[in-house]
């Protein structure tokens, strides 16, 4: 019986010409969206990867320095891009590409690509996930608004009524005709683009597992609306009812709901502004050690522990350069205050990634949404991690060039030059972002809500649907 | 008879609940977004405020220091520290530069999240490679502000689709339309008065619902002093035009559901898939070179004139004979900035090349927004708002432009002054440059209407010819 209802409903679509001019509309702009952000990734990522060479040369060819003026330098560590990217940019557009490394400072990354685009690109861009997450479920609702409603308005409902189906029978049947279709064109897709990026070079490596993922992800969203459709579909008598009904729901879900969580997420734990941040690490960092000013009260402590530990009675009689112990010194504590200082910001961010998370109630393109970006790697932690990664280099580096000027030359010596060797000792930025394993644990909360979104509307369709035969 | 219809479409508009329920969710729904909108107004504008009262402490504090060294009254600080120093001055003691937020700005927080409102741009450095960038979680500029705007928008046109898919088909449907056409009046006349008196009552739902909003955030004294009119007028056009779209659709004689699908069909044509196409094709045609090439020629040429820094500054004598010290025997105490100064000029020369692609490559984007948004009325709307709310990107451009400006301005100050090897003194403090931020961009509200005017005759003009066309018994049965 279910089979018979599915096939049922699916010759009635496969025979309805709407339904196919929107289906191939729908394809044809997967397609077009995948090739279209392709051209644009490809341009970006050259000029990427150019200044990303250039970046080093530059490091590499500044001459002979001191050391720590070398690390006042600095360079700068630039985000890869991933495969996946292609199908979900995520947050790329309004976070910096780059950071600018150097010393005693943590920068933030710079350049987001939204300031330099049209006030267009606020709409969106055409990209696979607009279409993924926006129009694939008005493309269900179109599909399957009147699904229960046709038949009432037809009479057809009793008929089938009285032959004595089951309502989960029927709901299921229905289901599948409606679910089907939407499988047909995402199915094709989701093949063309395994084969189209796993083929793609200088894009890192790609994870069949992970597009398996997101695949199944969006399918489940789609369940979730398919479940949706059929249930106001059999609550509502007309089919214009139904129509308007749905498009209410999708608003509120795709539309409304991510932008009313986010105005309550600033509400409730806002951010402070760039230059507030800046002034209040600057009073952090104002009454601390700084190896710039060794005049400092917590200079002199540091000098005059640094002096009982070797036994001796002057800087000068220490076995090493006590400017570039200092310095070393001075960069570790402000290392410090930017890792509080951002770890506040880690945890605001958290506290609003909490009110998604209770948004989420009203919306499952929230948890998609998100999950989405995860896999993709191009949400929000993704980015983070990179920040931390280029904080750690930059560590590194400015460790390399303080521990050379403490190593070969004495205190007070500031010509003291070196030259490309130890430039080329310090390896390149490499940066290898967190396992998959690690973004689906970071990310259970919105895999449970997903679930939960399938199994309540699964649930409500079969209640409402054997309900509905009782009734009438 | 226009009068007894009058009647007749408000009673069966209002006799329906959900019509009602819908109102009222609306008038919450406007009430919210202008609350939104003016809680980020207030933001920016406390943010502004702070940072000027703290530029007045500073101010404050050097002058007391600067009058009491100068009378003997205490020691001089170390050098460094010392506010008499023209370069500690200009260095620690840098102007606020903000962008005041226009009084329309809650309509439409267009770019305004992006970018900050104010910098500080101090003697040294180079306000052209400021990046202007606002702290801000990524996934609220991604998903975006429940503003006036986006109501407007987007769920405006829905409200009208779910308040007029039915125009003509319900009439067929429930069997009354024969009867009204047994009255001696004209069908298109009778549809389209139907149309005009369905617009009318949302043009004063909008209105009423638009000044309670505002009346509510305390915006409203304002927003009519200054172009609350115009603005509203835009709504009108705009609303007017997707009921004419409505009837339009309804004139196939199609059944209600088929026509709320078509009509949803054309909005998310308009409103979503239009824009995104256009803006990504943008992007793709012209792709604004990276800005981290800039910085890289700029590092470049920066190392270059750090190490000819003392060649450089002798080319600059030369080129302006009138800095150039009388005494040469005279030590400058800025010896340093003299050599950066004459360095300025060398650095602007490398990466101008790299910013006039970049600005070049901006405005290739822009005229082909400008282009192809007219197929669309929603980015017609969206520049207008952001015009009005002075959150356009030609805004924050401008901006952009007039602080680097004044970061010219306030180094012209310090200068010739640190050429002549002078200090700071008391009687010079009230004369340090002020800057002042002024909307200097040319508004597109002229052209704006004149797009959603030719929106609304041209959709007129199709329904006529359409309905001449039709088939006239295609229309009556149903």
């Known amino acids: 019986m279910i089979t018979l209802i599915a096939k049922k409903e699916l010759k009635e679509t496969f025979r309805d010409g709407r339904f196919r001019i929107t289906a191939i509309i729908v394809f044809a702009l997967l397609i077009a969206s995948v090739f279209v952000s392709k051209s644009y990734y490809e341009s970006i990522n050259a000029q990427h990867e150019a200044a990303r060479k250039n970046a080093r040369n530059i490091w590499e060819g500044q001459g002979k320095k001191n050391p720590h003026s070398a690390a006042h330098y600095g360079t700068y560590a630039f985000k890869p891009k991933y495969p996946m990217a292609l199908i979900d940019n995520g947050v790329d557009k309004y976070a910096g590409v780059s950071i600018y490394l150097e ?17 267009l690109a606020r709409f969106g861009d055409l990209t696979p996930d607009f279409i993924l997450l926006f129009i694939i479920p008005l493309f269900i609702i179109l599909n ?4 229960f409603t046709r038949e009432r308005e037809s009479g057809t409902l009793k008929l089938l009524q009285s032959q004595g189906v089951p309502g989960w029978k029927l709901a299921l049947g229905k289901w599948l005709g409606l679910f089907i279709p939407v499988l047909l064109v995402v199915l094709p897709v989701y093949v063309l683009a395994t084969l189209f990026l796993s083929n793609l070079n200088n894009y890192g490596e790609f994870s069949l597992a992970a597009l398996t993922g997101l695949f199944v992800i969006y ?13 106001v579909s059999s609550l509502f008598k007309k089919s214009s009812l139904a129509f308007v009904a749905l498009l209410v729901l999708w608003m509120v879900a795709c539309l409304a709901t991510p932008k009313l969580s986010t105005n309550l997420a600033q509400k409730l734990y806002s951010y402070p502004t760039q230059l507030e941040f800046e002034e209040q690490i600057a009073q952090a960092k104002s009454s601390g050690l700084n190896g710039h000013e060794p005049w400092s009260d917590a200079a002199k402590k540091l000098e005059a522990e640094t002096l009982k530990q070797y036994g001796v009675d002057s800087i000068s009689q220490l076995p090493f350069n006590w400017d570039g112990f200092l310095m070393q010194k001075g960069d570790e504590h402000e290392a410090q205050i930017y890792f509080e200082h951002y770890d506040l910001l880690k945890k605001t961010n958290a506290k609003q990634s909490q009110v998604y998370q209770y948004t989420s109630a009203l919306s499952p393109f929230l948890p998609t949404r998100f999950l989405s970006m995860a896999l993709c790697r191009t949400d929000y932690s993704s980015h983070w991690a990179f920040a931390d990664a280029a904080e750690k280099y930059r560590l590194l580096l400015v460790g390399k060039m303080n521990g050379d000027m403490v190593d070969n030359s004495k205190t007070g010596d500031w010509d003291y030059l ?9 390896p390149e930025f490499e940066y290898t972002p967190p396992t998959y394993a690690s973004v689906l644990s970071e990310n259970k909360g919105n895999i449970s809500l997903l679930a939960l979104w399938l199994m309540g509307t699964f649930a409500l369709v079969i209640f409402q649907v054997n309900k509905m035969k009782v009734v009438s | 008879m226009i009068q007894h219809q009058f009647k007749y479409e408000w009673l069966q508009l209002f006799r329906e609940r959900w019509v009602l329920a819908l109102l009222v969710i609306f008038l919450g729904v406007m009430t919210y977004a202008v609350y939104n909108g003016n809680q980020k107004v207030n933001t920016r504008k406390a943010a502004i405020e702070k940072a000027k009262a703290d530029m007045q402490k500073i101010d404050a504090k050097y002058a007391g220091q600067i009058d009491s060294i100068s009378r003997g009254l205490s020691p001089a600080p170390e050098r460094w520290l010392d506010p008499r120093s023209l370069s500690v001055y200009g260095q620690r003691a840098p102007r606020v530069v903000s962008m005041d937020a226009q009084p329309l700005a809650f309509i439409a927080v267009g770019q305004s999240d992006l970018f900050t409102h104010y910098v500080k741009p101090k003697l040294y450095g180079e306000a052209y490679a400021l990046g202007f960038s606002e702290l801000a979680n990524p996934v609220q500029l991604l998903f975006g502000t429940f503003d ?3 109501v407007c928008i987007y769920l405006l046109p829905l409200l009208i689709i779910a308040f007029s898919y039915n125009l003509l088909s319900q009439e067929k449907e429930s069997g009354v339309f024969r009867l009204t056409m047994a009255q001696p009046i004209s069908l298109y006349g009778w549809l389209f008065s139907r149309t005009v008196l369905r617009f009318i009552i949302i043009a004063i739902v909008l209105l009423v619902s638009l000044v309670i909003a505002m009346l509510v955030n305390g ?4 927003a009519i002093a200054n172009g609350f009119l115009i603005v509203y007028f835009f709504l009108l056009l705009y609303a007017f035009f997707w009921f004419l779209v409505s009837l339009l659709i309804n004139l196939f004689g199609k059944s209600s559901g088929q026509n709320a699908v078509a009509l949803v069909s054309v909005w998310v044509a308009l409103v979503l898939l239009l824009p995104s196409i256009i803006s990504q094709t943008a992007n793709t045609l012209y792709p604004v070179p990276s800005r981290i090439n800039m910085i890289n020629e700029y590092r470049v040429a920066e190392a270059k004139a750090e190490k000819e820094a003392a060649k450089m500054l002798k080319t600059y004598y030369r080129d302006h004979p009138e800095l150039a010290p009388k005494d040469s025997t005279e030590n400058n105490q800025y010896s340093f900035w003299l050599e950066y100064f004459a360095t300025i000029d060398v650095l602007k020369q490398a990466v101008s090349p790299i910013l006039n692609e970049y600005d070049e490559a901006i405005a290739q984007q822009q005229t082909w927004v400008d282009k192809l948004g007219i197929f669309s009325p929603a980015i017609v709307l969206q520049s207008a708002l952001n015009d009005q709310a002075g959150t356009a990107p030609a805004h924050y451009a401008s901006y952009r432009e007039q602080v680097i400006q004044f970061a010219d301005t306030w180094k012209a100050y310090f200068m010739p002054r640190m050429f002549r090897n002078e200090s700071m003194k008391p009687e010079d403090l009230p004369g340090l440059p002020q800057f002042e931020y002024e909307p200097k961009v040319h508004s597109t509200w002229v052209n704006n209407l004149t797009m959603l005017t030719a929106y609304v005759l041209i959709t007129v003009l199709l329904s006529v010819v359409l309905f001449n066309f039709q088939k006239h018994e295609q229309m009556l049965t149903s």
């Open chain 1, 103 to 119: 010393a005693h400072a943590r920068n933030q990354a710079q350049y987001m690509a939204a300031q330099d685009q049209t006030a």
């Open chain 1, 144 to 147: 399957g608004f009147h699904a």
């Open chain 1, 219 to 231: 399918l489940v969203y789609y369940a979730v609306f398919t479940n949706l459709t059929l249930l």
């Open chain 1, 418 to 426: 070196a030259d490309e060797k130890l430039w080329t000792s310090v």
């Open chain 2, 148 to 150: 006036l705007a986006f």
């Open chain 2, 219 to 222: 915006v409203l004294a304002t």
